[in-house]
């Protein structure tokens, strides 16, 4: 069966896809068309070039997660120079080793630029902060002067998974050089079915990385601590929530995942194999309520 897929980002909590995928490769459902944002970017990329679950179980199990921690400037001797690198480039890390990283596996499937992939298969999320809105990507390439068929889809992956402050922004210049700074999709959209609303060619699955939206907890706020991840958690999931109807609902897998952490970058195996457990099983409870 043919369907739409949408991922939510969640960092590293998205290797719990994997088990998912597993479910919807077993019960013979096939994507045509997938969005993305953040860590739904990189799974959805991948799935586009053509991977199957247990490569992509292979690939996010075995990777040493902690190479895409490349710190900018490390040799710098002053801790001063150190604050100032960081202060200018807004980012921790470099994330050029993530963009490698995609563009060695899609390239090792002969994809490199979304001309190599069916026109409008893929899409992807970033937020453009300086304009102050919603990148999807390849699409809204061209507001930006940019040929969409000659851009690559490991940058647009990058893009959509620039957490901020932790991997360094993305800078696009469009046919003025007017600058833009793009960070992590998941700013402004962090499970982007909106994409494919309304849509009739095919029944739409979203995957996302959280409870039932009756049952997320409330957030205990007494502090400006507390405000901030609040404020983060807020930003992250209600532009997207308010297109979750209880009909919607039910075409989206939800896999709560409360013990890992999107930029735990040092997962063990115990605790990946976990997480591909934990998609699985909620993979396989959707499956049963849909045949039922």
Known sequence: MEIDGVFSGGGMKAIAFV????????????????????????ISALLIAGYKADEIN?????????????????????????????????????????????EKLLKDKGIETFADIEDGSLKIIASDLTRGRI???????QHYGINKNSFSIAKAVRM???????????????????KSV?????????FPLWLFEGTLERPVVGFRLSPRLENIPPNIINNAF????????????????????????NQIIFIPIESVKTTDFHLSEKIKKELVAMGKQRAEEFIKKLKS
């Open 19 to 42: 088990g998912a995928l597993e479910v919807m490769e077993r019960e013979g459902f096939v994507f045509k068309k997938i969005a993305g944002t953040s860590a739904g970017a990189i």
């Open 58 to 102: 292979q690939i996010l199990t075995e990777v040493n997660f902690k190479k895409f921690l490349d710190r900018p400037n490390s040799r710098l001797p002053i801790p001063f120079l150190k604050w100032a690198s960081f202060y200018w480039g807004m980012g921790m890390y470099k994330g050029d080793a993530l963009q490698k990283w995609m």
């Open 135 to 141: 990148m999807v990507l390849p699409d809204d390439l």
């Open 160 to 178: 959509s998974t620039s957490i901020p402050y932790f991997f360094k922004p993305i800078k696009v210049y469009n046919s003025l050089g007017i």
């Open 182 to 190: 793009v960070v992590d999709g998941a700013v402004l959209s962090n």
């Open 226 to 249: 507390d405000m901030f991840p609040a404020l983060i958690e807020t930003m992250l999931h209600a532009h997207d929530s308010r297109y979750i109807s209880k009909n919607v609902a």
